[in-house]
């Protein structure tokens, strides 16, 4: 079974702070996916990697970056935290681009800015 | 722009009978589609998915349609159960590339 763990299942952090929110897994993919689910927005795609060191901007990334130095791990960035950020953040991976078409996500991160 | 749309954001069916979720998308390049489930507080969890060259793929009580040439695809549920109250996202893909989501569709699953 894959598993996608993120590190922080809540956090509370003020305006201004820089927030890292970790996520690693366990299958060896390739690919790994940083989404915010909002109400009424369904899941938006932030970053994502295709491979170690490489990331690609996806639909949101505007204060946000990334940082993939090891294969199992992701990490997503919030340079300086605002209110419009409080959001659940939701990790995924995939096997590869190529063969791998299912995703499997974490449990989530439920980030609130104040 | 959203390229994959899930037009009703919520529906009820009694227990038993059959639900129906709709997507449209919009984007021609996509090749693979998928379902996921999500209860509230966790990730979501794949449920079933669908090839471009398909129009049709069943699992058990979940079965997924596809119409390409009206860009559209259906999830039905038969029969219907309390525990399949949840969010449900589509997703649809290009080849290689990342998933685009629906806004999802709450369903209600009533005794």
């Known amino acids: 079974d894959v598993k996608v763990t993120q590190s922080s299942r809540y956090l509370v952090k003020r305006t201004g702070e820089k927030v890292f929110l970790e996520c690693v897994q366990d299958?060896?993919?390739?690919?790994m996916f940083w989404y915010r689910q909002d109400p009424g927005l369904g899941l938006r795609l932030i970053y994502f990697?295709?491979?170690?060191?490489?990331?690609e901007k996806g639909d949101i990334p505007e204060g946000y970056s990334v940082s993939r130095e090891k294969k199992e791990r992701f990490s997503l960035i919030l340079e300086s935290a605002s209110t419009n950020q409080t959001s659940m953040y939701l990790c995924?991976?995939?096997?590869?681009?190529?063969?791998?078409?299912?995703?499997?996500f974490g449990e989530g991160s439920w980030l609130t800015v104040v | 722009d959203q390229q994959v749309k899930q037009n009703s954001p919520s529906l009820s069916v009694q227990e038993g009978r059959i639900s129906i979720l709709n997507c449209d998308y919009t984007?021609?390049?996509?090749?693979?589609f998928l379902w996921y489930k999500k209860y509230p507080a966790e990730g979501p969890t794949f449920l079933i998915s669908?090839?471009?060259?398909?129009d049709k793929n069943e699992d058990g009580r979940f079965t997924v349609f596809l119409n390409k040439s009206a860009k559209h695809l259906s999830l039905h549920i038969v029969p219907s159960q309390p525990g399949d109250s949840a969010v449900y996202f589509c997703?649809?893909?290009?080849?290689?590339?990342?998933?685009?989501f629906g806004k999802g569709t709450s369903l209600l699953v009533t005794p």
């Open positions: 984007n021609s390049m996509f090749d693979y």
């Open positions: 669908i090839s471009s060259i398909k």
């Open positions: 990697s295709y491979d170690v060191k490489m990331k």
């Open positions: 997703a649809a893909r290009p080849l290689g590339g990342a998933l685009n």
């Open positions: 995924a991976s995939r096997r590869d681009r190529l063969s791998g078409n299912t995703i499997y």
């Open positions: 299958m060896d993919h390739e690919n």
